[in-house]
Nanobody, 121 residues
Framework: QVQLVESGGGLVQTGGSLRLSCAASGSIYSISNMGWYRQAPGKQRELVARITTGGSTNYADSVKGRFTISRDDAKNTVNLQMNSLKHEDTAVYYC???????????????WGQGTQVTVSS
């Protein structure tokens, strides 16, 4: 079974930086789209950043210029570099990926367990 495991979350002061990583493991043939989502208390889960197989990226307006998403296909990982963090960035961050289990299959969607990011002054 495929598993996505996030790491790198924690407590950081306003203006600080964190780097989130998500590693996919299991019987994986390939990974297509990968992304980071977040959910703050009382709010719906929202897209933070997304990256396609070809490297095309998309960011929420609130994080443009501050966050950078990247992927390492050799390691089946996706990263999120978060700089100039603000209080509003506080949320549980979830890794998401479309993963193909075999050459003949179609991608299935998977979610990580989430990692807490708390920004304070």
């Amino acid at each position: 079974q495929v598993q996505l495991v996030e790491s790198g979350g924690g407590l950081v002061q306003t203006g600080g930086s964190l780097r989130l990583s998500c590693a996919a493991s299991g019987s994986i043939y390939s990974i297509s789209n990968m992304g980071w989502y977040r959910q703050a208390p009382g709010k719906q889960r929202e897209l933070v950043a997304r990256i396609t197989t070809g490297g095309s990226t998309n960011y929420a307006d609130s994080v443009k210029g501050r966050f950078t998403i990247s992927r390492d296909d050799a390691k089946n990982t996706v990263n999120l570099q978060m700089n100039s963090l603000k209080h509003e960035d506080t949320a549980v961050y979830y890794c998401n990926a479309d993963i193909r289990l075999s050459i003949w299959g179609t991608p299935n969607n998977y979610w990580g367990q989430g990692t807490q990011v708390t920004v304070s002054s």
